[in-house]
């Protein structure tokens, strides 16, 4: 069993790019949800998505969005980048949308110049 | 808003104490909380999951309660060593509400 990979670990952007992240579910996990993380901060929730629709959203602008994929795979997507998007990205994967455990994966780290 | 407070940020051990983190939370009518595990840069490694009509949860050095009315979860930790350094966090899944963690040292 695979648990949650996530891709790339690392890059960097200037400000105004686009950035798209991907992560893989764990085997059998039907949702997803995507977390930022900066420095000595808690994760902050950005989206979860259940079967292919987007299932709640945090306190992120629409310039963050995502998707996901028929085997449940996702990508976050990140449009105008600023400098105050560098962070340690984030996704979980869970069973189902009412299964409360979260697995994550090791993160992509996106540095903003 | 579903608010989670971890106290203290910061805490420092001798190895070989037994040690308590807490966890809190403003809104009781919680489902699942969970404890997790971060290493510098790294993901989050689940430790336990407790579930609303469960009060507390057992791996191995760690024993993880929950207290609903009075909005609080512990994570003990037996023995503590070393390689138990680390961030630990606690978070309301049902939310997606995260504490901010206590970073963890056990000096040798």
């Known amino acids: 069993e695979t648990g949650v990979t996530q891709s790339p670990t690392h890059l960097i952007k200037t400000r105004g790019q686009q950035v798209t992240l991907r992560c893989s579910s764990q085997?059998?996990?039907?949702?997803v949800s995507w977390y930022q993380q900066a420095l000595g901060q808690g994760p902050q929730f950005i989206f979860q998505y259940y079967r292919e629709e987007e299932n709640g959203r945090g306190n992120f602008p629409p310039r963050f969005s995502g998707l996901q994929f028929p085997n449940y795979s996702s990508e976050l997507n990140v449009n105008a980048l600023e400098l105050d998007d560098s962070a340690l990205y984030l996704c979980?994967?869970?069973?189902?949308?009412?299964?409360?455990?979260?697995?994550f994966g090791e993160g992509s780290r996106l540095t903003v110049l | 808003k579903q608010e989670v407070t971890q106290i203290p940020a910061a805490l420092s051990v001798p190895e070989g104490e037994n040690l308590v983190l807490n966890c809190s939370f403003t809104d009781s009518a919680i489902y699942n909380l969970q404890w997790f595990r971060q290493d510098p840069g790294k993901g989050l490694t689940s430790l336990l999951l407790?579930?609303?009509?469960?009060r507390e949860q057992t791996s191995g050095r760690l024993n993880a309660s929950l207290d609903k009315s009075s909005g609080r979860s512990t994570l003990y930790i037996a023995a503590s060593q070393p390689g138990d350094s680390a961030t630990y966090l606690c978070a309301v899944t049902d939310d997606m509400r995260f504490g901010a963690g206590t970073r963890l040292t056990v000096k040798p």
């Open positions: 407790i579930q609303s009509s469960q």
């Open positions: 085997s059998g996990h039907n949702t």
């Open positions: 979980a994967s869970s069973l189902d949308r009412n299964t409360g455990e979260l697995f």
